[in-house]
Nanobody
Framework: QVQLVESGGGSVQAGGSLRLSCAAS????????MGWFRQAPGKEREGVAS???????QYADSVKGRFTISQDNAKNTLYLQMNGLQPEDTAMYYCAAGRRGKTFMYGDRLYLLASLSPADFDYWGQGTQVTVSS
């Protein structure tokens, strides 16, 4: 049974930092692309950052230079370091894992490219709230 459990959310003032974590279990971690998404009240879920199984990353323009996605394969854990937080970053943040979407073969291994599209993800965590005050 696939499980994704986020932690690290909270309330900070503008300019502050938070580090989100996502503990994954129930599947072979390296076989999936991973991503962070967020959803603010009344808005659609949007991709924030993603990392493919080739370790190449992708970021939304709104967070480039401020957020960093990383992972510890030995711990099956995904991270999102968020610096320079702004009130518009306030949202519920979700961790996701997926195998749909763009892939490529190198040798005998299939690699999944990073993606910011929710449609490319199969499994979702319960979310962690991030609130940034001005």
């Amino acid at each position: 049974q696939v499980q994704l459990v986020e932690s690290g959310g909270g309330s900070v003032q503008a300019g502050g930092s938070l580090r989100l974590s996502c503990a994954a279990s129930g599947y072979t971690y390296n076989d999936y692309r991973m991503g962070w998404f967020r959803q603010a009240p009344g808005k659609e879920r949007e991709g924030v950052a993603s990392i493919g199984s080739d370790d190449v990353t992708q970021y939304a323009d709104s967070v480039k230079g401020r957020f960093t996605i990383s992972q510890d394969n030995a711990k099956n854990t995904l991270y999102l370091q968020m610096n320079g937080l702004q009130p518009e970053d306030t949202a519920m943040y979700y961790c996701a894992a997926g195998r749909r979407g763009k892939t490529f073969m190198y040798g005998d291994r299939l690699y999944l490219l990073a993606s910011l599209s929710p449609a490319d993800f199969d499994y979702w965590g319960q979310g962690t709230q991030v609130t940034v005050s001005s």
